[in-house]
């Protein structure tokens, strides 16, 4: 596992197996993806979308409806790769310190944070939904769905480092002196909590505007609750996969070096995605 990690590290960045995860070295999606396949990527997601849109045949909410699951599933996946996201699989993955009190075990804190990024995502999702329903008749379905793509193109193009389009958000990461002030299983836990409504902290996917709009533009409590409901358990990913990779017997310091280049790969897909969904509802308006 340490080997399959780390050697794409080896191919792609050129520098030694980091011991903390430093964004200044994190390449550049050009760097770590490909020119053919962020060219392919996005033209084969449109493909998919239309084809979907075509078989489907949805029409109006619907539509609007599926394309912002969509985007809430995307959100789920490419939300946490980023310093944020380390941050919490540091404490999350770390094993046992034997001069410290309790029996905090990396499962356990994997679940105080997925707790507590439930806790306060669910809740955030359907207060947009909520605030959707009260707009809602203040624009037409069709209207909706059409800018819904437009912004999707958009912002897909954007991950894809095609277009620069802006990302309003609270530019703060997570508050990582409380790893030496609270137990690890309490600092997974806060990290969830903070996570959980998305705007607290760095805004780290494109998708995720995108989710917002489209519940607003849905406006549908429950969906929302749903929805930051599996945006919160897709946050955890990053999460699980160190501490699987530890162990397999790999390093901290290894899997952050490895996550430097698939976070950029996250991104473009990401993007691709979103080109896809927004090509799905604009297909959606014309069958």
Same mark, same amino acid.
Request: aromatic letters at 6%; glycine letters at 10%; proline letters at 7%.
């Given at each position: %596992? ?6 794409? +590290? ?100 994997? !679940? ?12 955030? !999702? ?18 909706? @769905?059409?800018?819904?793509? +437009? ?26 002196? @409380?790893?030496?002030? %609270? ?14 409504? =998305? ?13 917002? @709009? ?44 490895? %996550? ?15 080109? =896809? ?11």
């Amino acid at each position: %596992m340490t080997a399959t990690l780390e050697a794409p +590290v080896r191919a792609n960045l050129a520098h030694p197996v980091l011991g903390a995860d430093l964004p200044q070295l994190r390449p550049t999606v050009a760097e770590a993806v490909p020119g053919r396949a962020r060219a392919v990527l996005p033209v084969a997601a449109a493909a998919v979308g239309v084809a979907a849109a075509a078989v489907v045949a949805p029409s109006g909410a619907p539509a609007l409806t599926a394309a912002v699951v969509g985007a809430g599933l995307l959100t789920s996946i490419a939300a946490n790769w980023s310093t944020c996201g380390m941050s919490v699989a540091a404490v999350v993955a770390a094993p046992k310190q034997a001069d410290r009190a309790g029996s905090s075990t990396p499962a356990r804190r994997l !679940g105080w944070h997925a707790f507590g990024s439930i806790l306060t995502g669910a809740p955030t !999702g359907a207060l947009i939904g909520a605030i959707g329903m009260l707009l809602a008749g203040t624009i037409d379905v069709v209207w909706a @769905l059409a800018a819904w793509a +437009v912004v999707a193109l958009a912002y897909g193009l954007h991950e894809l480092g095609v277009l620069r389009m802006p990302t309003p958000m609270r530019r703060r990461q997570l508050p990582r002196h @409380l790893r030496r002030s %609270m137990a690890p299983w309490k600092v997974s836990f806060v990290f969830g909590t903070m996570i959980g409504p =998305g705007f607290v902290i760095f805004i780290r996917s494109s998708a995720y505007y995108l989710l917002v @709009l489209g519940l607003l533009l849905a406006g549908n409590p429950l969906l929302g609750a749903a929805l930051f409901t599996i945006v919160s358990l897709g946050r955890c990913l990053p999460s699980l996969a160190a501490i699987v990779h530890t162990r397999s017997g790999g390093t901290m310091p290894g899997f952050l070096s490895a %996550m430097c280049v698939v976070d950029r790969r996250v991104q473009a897909i990401t993007g691709a995605g979103l080109v =896809g969904l927004a090509a799905f509802a604009a297909a959606a308006l014309l069958v």
